[in-house]
């Protein structure tokens, strides 16, 4: 199997990631109870998103989402529910702009060892550099996530 081969193997792979979080969602509901939430608006394509977060402590414990848009602000949002589960506030912003610097550039070099594993559960939407006006699709839920962490209530647009 050559390089170029393992390389079509993995986008496509990544593919069907994105494919299936975009399709079935498996955080894609509104929290009964939460304790902070925002929306995120990208008008250039009509994506939108309304974050919702309960606090387990000083930890995210859960997070639910519903969003209105293309595979890829879907699969995010949901990929984002999903990782950020568990973690403090301060590690899921570091852990955003981590993933908004993979989502520009495809990689993340700098990032270190603590966010290797995240990163690793989020590298499915890595394409995305290579599309820039996908970038912002991809972002979108993690903006609001942060507004909502901020208390913001909207996300400001990147």
Known sequence: MTQTETFDDLRDLYQDVILDHGR????????????ATAKGDNPMCGDR??????????????VGFEARGCAISVASADLMAET???RGKADTKALFEAFRTLARTGACPDCGQALA?????????A??????SRVKCATLPWHA?????DGTKEASSE
């Open 24 to 35: 079935k969602p498996r955080h894609a509901q509104r929290l009964a109870a939460f304790d």
């Open 49 to 62: 998103v309304e974050v919702w977060v309960k606090f387990d402590g000083d930890r995210l414990g859960r």
């Open 84 to 86: 950020v589960q568990g």
């Open 117 to 125: 594993e995240p990163l690793e559960r989020l590298a499915p939407l």
């Open 127 to 132: 394409g995305v550099h290579e599309y820039p």
């Open 145 to 149: 996530l942060i507004a909502a962490l």
